[in-house]
């Protein structure tokens, strides 16, 4: 069984202007992943709830600070927004079956289980929860990519994040709410992706979150925040405002000298040392992802993308030019 959205929505995945590894398969591109960012768009303060819609965590320079921000593009202009002052509301509408066949098994769901999922292809229903590394400036300076790390999750219920590979392929799991150690996904600079949230109950989960990398100089990055859900229509958003922070716990003692607003050279984490997965000297670090798609009754489509290791020169050329341009215009 997979995931199906309710409605039929089109199919394929990702970044727009991606130089892929050579063996990586080639992906249609989906006008719902090629986005820009830009270095004016604005920041706003104070809580707020988003139930639909487009938002994506990621990093972000501001005032020379590398910070974890989330990019609300739920709205008529994207607006970058305190993870920590936003509750993403996971409504009713998202619910689906449990899948119980054994591709699945590591979630031990019933026959008759409805989760709640923040699923990888939009629903415009629900929230549509990803990940960029797209800020103008982080483009600019950092080496290759960063690592975005997740956890303890706290919650009444199970959760995991999760990717599906191909139109057969096997779920890839990337966070397993249940582990109360953070866990590490890599993510290119200059990249768009999303995966499958699930959570098995109604109520307030909150989840650490942590994005480290490495400049071109060398300057190690690093910055966290806490993502907060509330599950469920009848789930206080107030209460999901006055959980508890969480931290991701550092991996070495230097870590723990960053913060949410961490200055470049503070920041102690290497993101070279935490890639998602192993693998074979001077292999690429990547990122996979792929989107099942549902019509009404059956059918499913994917497709299969693998980010590239670095950003081109001239992705990073334009990137610099469009700060200068802003700093111009000053």
């Given at each position: 069984?997979?995931?199906?959205?309710?409605?039929?929505?089109?199919?394929?995945?990702?970044?727009?202007?991606?130089?892929?590894?050579?063996?990586?398969?080639?992906?249609?591109?989906?006008?719902?992943?090629?986005?820009?960012?830009?270095?004016?768009?604005?920041?706003?303060?104070?809580?707020?709830?988003?139930?639909?819609?487009?938002v994506?965590?990621?990093?972000?320079?501001?005032?020379?600070?590398?910070?974890?921000?989330?990019?609300?593009d739920?709205?008529?202009v994207?607006?970058?927004?305190?993870?920590?002052?936003?509750v993403?509301?996971?409504?009713?509408?998202?619910?689906?079956?449990?899948?119980?066949?054994?591709?699945?098994?590591?979630?031990?769901?019933?026959?008759?289980?409805?989760w709640?999922?923040?699923?990888?292809?939009?629903?415009?229903?629900?929230?549509?929860?990803?990940?960029?590394?797209?800020?103008?400036?982080?483009?600019?300076?950092?080496?290759?990519?960063?690592?975005?790390?997740?956890?303890?999750?706290?919650?009444?219920?199970?959760?995991?994040?999760?990717?599906?590979?191909?139109?057969?392929?096997?779920?890839?799991?990337?966070?397993?709410?249940?582990?109360?150690?953070?866990?590490?996904?890599?993510?290119?600079?200059?990249?768009?992706?999303?995966?499958?949230?699930?959570?098995?109950?109604?109520?307030?989960?909150?989840?650490?979150?942590?994005?480290?990398?490495?400049?071109?100089?060398?300057?190690d990055?690093?910055?966290?925040?806490?993502?907060?859900?509330?599950?469920?229509?009848?789930?206080?958003?107030?209460?999901?405002?006055?959980?508890?922070?969480?931290?991701?716990?550092?991996?070495?003692?230097?870590?723990?000298?960053?913060?949410?607003?961490?200055?470049?050279?503070?920041?102690?984490?290497d993101?070279?040392?935490?890639?998602?997965?192993?693998?074979?000297?001077?292999?690429?670090?990547?990122?996979?992802?792929?989107?099942?798609?549902?019509?009404?009754?059956?059918?499913v489509?994917?497709?299969?993308?693998?980010?590239?290791?670095?950003?081109?020169?001239?992705?990073?050329?334009?990137?610099?030019?469009?700060?200068?341009?802003?700093?111009?215009?000053?």
């Amino acid at each position: 069984m997979r995931f199906l959205p309710r409605v039929s929505t089109t199919i394929t995945l990702l970044v727009a202007s991606l130089v892929l590894a050579p063996a990586a398969a080639l992906a249609n591109e989906d006008p719902n992943l090629a986005q820009s960012v830009s270095s004016d768009e604005a920041q706003a303060s104070g809580q707020h709830v988003i139930e639909r819609g487009h938002v994506d965590v990621g990093p972000r320079i501001v005032n020379g600070e590398w910070t974890v921000m989330a990019r609300d593009d739920s709205g008529d202009v994207p607006v970058w927004r305190d993870p920590n002052e936003v509750v993403l509301r996971v409504r009713d509408a998202s619910k689906l079956p449990a899948p119980t066949d054994s591709a699945y098994a590591f979630m031990e769901g019933k026959e008759g289980q409805e989760w709640y999922i923040i699923p990888q292809t939009e629903n415009h229903e629900v929230v549509w929860l990803g990940w960029n590394t797209q800020d103008p400036e982080v483009t600019r300076v950092v080496e290759r990519g960063a690592t975005m790390s997740i956890g303890p999750v706290e919650g009444p219920g199970r959760s995991w994040m999760f990717l599906q590979d191909g139109t057969f392929g096997e779920p890839r799991l990337l966070v397993d709410g249940q582990k109360k150690e953070p866990q590490d996904v890599w993510v290119d600079v200059n990249t768009h992706v999303h995966a499958n949230w699930v959570f098995t109950e109604p109520g307030v989960y909150t989840a650490a979150l942590r994005f480290s990398a490495k400049t071109t100089d060398g300057q190690d990055l690093s910055a966290s925040t806490t993502l907060r859900f509330a599950v469920g229509d009848a789930t206080s958003a107030d209460e999901a405002f006055t959980a508890a922070e969480l931290s991701v716990p550092p991996s070495n003692a230097g870590d723990a000298q960053s913060g949410t607003n961490a200055d470049p050279a503070m920041g102690t984490s290497d993101a070279n040392d935490t890639e998602m997965a192993p693998s074979a000297e001077g292999a690429i670090p990547w990122v996979l992802i792929a989107v099942v798609l549902a019509g009404v009754a059956i059918g499913v489509g994917a497709t299969l993308v693998i980010m590239r290791s670095r950003a081109s020169a001239r992705e990073r050329a334009q990137a610099a030019a469009e700060i200068d341009a802003q700093e111009g215009t000053k």
